[in-house]
């Protein structure tokens, strides 16, 4: 549609339309001065770039199905044990720092100088390469700083890594997001829950109208873990189930650290049978449905 | 029926030249793979492009499950990676794609360079590419803190540290990002927001920038 009044135009604009005709089309670069087979980018071109397209979008599904992105355990501010390392593209600069005459009281060099000549130089390329000449190689001055820092970077960045590979060695630590993953799938064997304890989570109770509840103040055992089960002299009941099976319970309270309490609550009258009736209860206490 | 759509909004709007101006364009020879297979180099634009759609896309889908506040930050992130279908997935494309599109857009800038294309008159494009790289860059580093796991918060204290000791301004920039005297609740909030909104919003702009001068001026010509 042309702004033009060609007489077949439905629309007329009235009153103050402001859309402007446009006199000169936009400018367009004429391919013709190129040699050679252009091709339209509509649709021939789209065409095959959207193939190779959908060829990189699985080959990165691929990746990311095989191999799941990191997670190591929740942040903890007092952890004075953990190596920090930056993500791999920060490894040059992180590397750099810790040389004597880019760190101390020479830091100012690492951390303003040298970077900001060289990414200020990277800025500034086209105002200090200012010459006609495209190509690389009649480009030294050019082509070999951009060199030299590659060579750089590369080399920063493997020591960084190396040095960091090393570290874990020596401290013979596995990384968190190996050791995390390693247990959890552990756990998933054993059919225990495979996440991370959130702290000061509320744990709810299962079944908390069971007769067990009142038994266990007949027994004695709230005085001690508390009438809500979250605690007091002992330790929390809630989500007991997660570790302990009915028997390992029954253990506990028959031969292990509630032998006394187990004792003194038989004589205050709850029979046996009230006693498997609590470690039966208890041992369904879970922190997760699942 | 679209034609008819198509048709009517045209009519109105004379939408035909905006995207003729986007997208109808010839592809020389020197810069088409099929013809010279070398010509790969030129492809890297447009992969960092791609990646970053998927960076954009994968990080929406992303929020919906992620809480930016220290206590369930971590766990948010865990729920999704181990218990929200293909919430694996999701996360795995956000991750290492923000690995993958600095390296494209390294292998790019090193094309451009390589070929001399920043030179007159592509001076303003290199600049804006190079404000793309810094984007890029920021995008890193505060999406590296969002899990709160170990790992993220002690690189960031690690960059906090480096922050300071900047003549002059470190001190106030290390405050600003950190929103306090530590890294703590304030700094996971400001990243978030830095990492969801500000910086995507900057990057945007200067992709806009950056394609539109590619349109104005053309690919560079053969070497
Ligand atoms: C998100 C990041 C970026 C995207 C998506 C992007 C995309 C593109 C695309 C699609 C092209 C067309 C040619 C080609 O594909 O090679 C292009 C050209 C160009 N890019 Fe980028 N780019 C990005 C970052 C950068 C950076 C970091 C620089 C350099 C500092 C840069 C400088 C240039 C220049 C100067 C051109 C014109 C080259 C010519 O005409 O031959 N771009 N960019």
Redesign the interface.
């Known amino acids: ?1 042309s ?1 033009g009044h060609s007489p077949k ?3 007329i604009y009235v009153g103050d339309s402001r ?1 402007k005709k ?1 006199v000169n ?5 004429d ?1 013709s ?10 649709p ?2 789209l065409l ?2 959207w193939m ?2 959908c060829v ?2 699985v080959a ?2 691929v ?3 095989s ?11 007092n ?1 004075t044990g ?9 490894l040059f600069l ?1 590397q750099f ?1 810790k040389y004597p005459y880019a760190s101390g009281s020479y ?2 060099f690492g ?2 100088l040298i970077p900001g000549i060289a ?1 200020g130089a ?6 200090l ?8 190689y009649r ?1 030294p001055i ?2 070999s700083m ?1 060199i030299v820092s ?1 060579i750089a970077v590369v080399f920063l960045t493997k020591t960084a890594w190396n040095e960091y590979q090393h570290e874990l060695k020596e401290l013979n630590i596995i990384p ?2 190996i050791e995390r993953e390693e247990k ?1 799938r552990e756990a998933a064997m054993e059919g225990k829950p ?3 304890p ?1 702290p000061n989570q509320e744990i709810a109770l299962v079944d908390k109208d069971d007769p067990a509840m009142e038994l266990m103040k007949k027994a004695g055992c709230l005085s001690c873990h508390g009438t809500d089960l979250k605690g007091g002299v002992g330790p929390s009941l809630r989500g007991l189930g997660d570790s302990l099976s009915q028997d390992d319970i029954l253990k506990v309270l028959h031969e292990g650290p509630m032998k006394a309490q187990y004792e003194q609550a038989l004589a205050a009258g709850v029979t046996e049978d009230e006693i498997t009736s609590i470690a039966a209860w208890l041992a369904k206490q879970k922190s997760s449905t699942e | 029926m679209f034609k008819t759509v198509y048709n009517w909004i045209d009519e109105r709007l004379d939408i035909t030249p905006m995207w003729r101006d986007v997208a109808d364009h010839e592809v020389p020879e020197h810069v088409n793979p099929a013809h010279h297979f070398s010509a790969f180099v030129y492809c890297f634009g447009g992969l960092t492009f791609f990646i970053t759609v998927i960076q954009i896309l994968s990080g929406m889908f992303l929020t919906m499950y992620y809480v930016p506040d220290i206590i369930n930050a971590y766990y948010s992130v865990e729920y999704l990676q181990t218990k929200v279908a293909f919430g694996q997935i999701v996360r795995g494309m956000h991750h290492w794609g923000a690995s993958l599109v600095i390296v494209m857009m390294f292998l790019h800038t090193l094309r451009v360079f390589f070929t001399g294309s920043y030179k007159a008159p592509r001076e303003m494009n290199w600049v804006v590419g190079m404000l793309i790289f810094f984007i890029m860059l920021g995008l890193g580093f505060t999406g590296y803190l969002l899990p709160w796991d170990n790992k993220a918060y002690f690189a960031t204290k690690v960059g906090m540290e480096i922050a300071d000791t900047v003549p002059y301004i470190g001190p106030y920039v290390k405050e600003l990002l950190q929103g306090g005297e530590i890294v703590g609740a304030q700094t996971l909030t400001r990243f978030f927001a830095i990492h969801v909104f500000f910086l995507p919003a900057a990057l945007l702009a200067m992709l806009g920038a950056h394609f539109i001068m590619i349109r104005r001026q053309g690919i560079s010509g053969p070497l």
Do not use: C
Request: hydrophobic fraction near 45%.
């Open positions: 549609m702004h135009e439905k629309v859309v446009r089309p936009l400018l367009q670069p391919y001065a190129f040699p050679g087979k252009s091709e339209a980018f509509i021939n071109f095959k770039e190779v397209g990189a979008l990165f599904l990746l990311t199905i191999e799941p992105a990191p997670l190591g355990y929740p942040a903890d501010p952890n953990f190596i920090p390392i930056p993500d791999w593209y920060f992180y720092l830091v100012v951390t303003v990414f990277l800025m500034l390329a086209p105002f390469d200012t010459g006609k000449e495209r190509r690389f480009r050019a082509s951009m590659l968190e997001h959890a495979t996440g991370q959130k």
